[in-house]
């Protein structure tokens, strides 16, 4: 049973350039989050998605970032214009649909930097 | 929204010694308190976690207490190991959920 994937694993953007980044929430898990961590610092929460649907966006920037969860395939995490204060590492983490639906397991990051 | 608060930041002990770190929480309706151990460059690793119908739970040198009355919840880790440093988070969850900002824990061989 294949755990939460993400990818890519490192990410290299130059400013203004877009950045997307995946994540495969493990089997039977249907509610996808996504969290970033800037250097040295804790986890701030961005998003919340069930397939095709946004539960809670309060923790995302206003402007240039998005996040989807298509009914089929990954759920994807979208910067546009990327500035240097984005870089930093984007984790999501998984829940099941049923059972203990807040138990969260994450998957193994990826770290942007932008030049 | 919630917020959780967590102390301390940075914790060293030697080896063998107990580490306590504590967490507050603002919403009262927060259910659910896990913890996550974070080693360097690694993901967050769900260590053990309690719900709000819990007082205290226990899983070999880990254990986690709860006081709903005064929001606050703790990790206690006994006999440590130098395995066991890494940075900790607590969070609390309704619907998702709302991390502390991480404790440093070093264990001194």
């Known amino acids: 049973n294949a755990g939460v994937m993400q990818n890519p694993r490192h990410l290299v953007r130059r400013r203004g350039q877009e950045a997307r980044l995946r994540c495969s929430p493990m089997?039977?898990?249907?509610?996808v989050y996504w969290y970033r961590q800037l250097p040295e610092e804790g986890l701030k929460f961005m998003v919340y998605?069930?397939?095709?649907?946004?539960?809670?966006e309060s923790g995302m920037p206003k402007e240039r970032f998005s996040a989807e969860f298509p009914k089929e395939g990954p759920s994807i995490l979208r910067i546009q214009q990327v500035v240097r204060g984005d870089s930093a590492a984007y984790f999501c983490?998984?829940?099941?649909?049923?059972?203990?639906?807040?138990?969260?397991?994450f998957g193994p990051g990826t770290r942007l930097t932008v030049l | 929204g919630e917020n959780v608060e967590q102390h301390p930041s940075t914790l060293s002990v030697q080896e063998g010694d107990s580490a306590v770190i504590k967490c507050t929480y603002s919403?009262?309706?927060?259910?659910?308190f896990p913890w996550y151990k974070q080693e360097l460059g690694k993901r967050p690793q769900l260590i053990i976690d309690?719900?709000?119908?819990?007082g205290e739970k226990k899983d070999q040198r880990i254990a986690v207490t709860l006081n709903k009355t005064a929001k606050h919840f703790s990790l206690h880790i006994t006999e440590t190991q130098p395995e066991d440093s890494a940075v900790y988070f607590c969070?609390?969850?309704?619907?998702?959920?709302?991390f502390g900002a991480g404790t440093r824990l070093t264990v001194k061989p």
């Open positions: 089997k039977g898990h249907s509610h």
């Open positions: 309690i719900r709000s119908n819990v």
């Open positions: 998605l069930q397939k095709e649907n946004i539960i809670d």
């Open positions: 969070a609390a969850s309704i619907y998702d959920m709302r």
């Open positions: 919403d009262s309706a927060s259910n659910y």
């Open positions: 983490a998984s829940s099941p649909e049923s059972g203990a639906r807040d138990t969260q397991y």
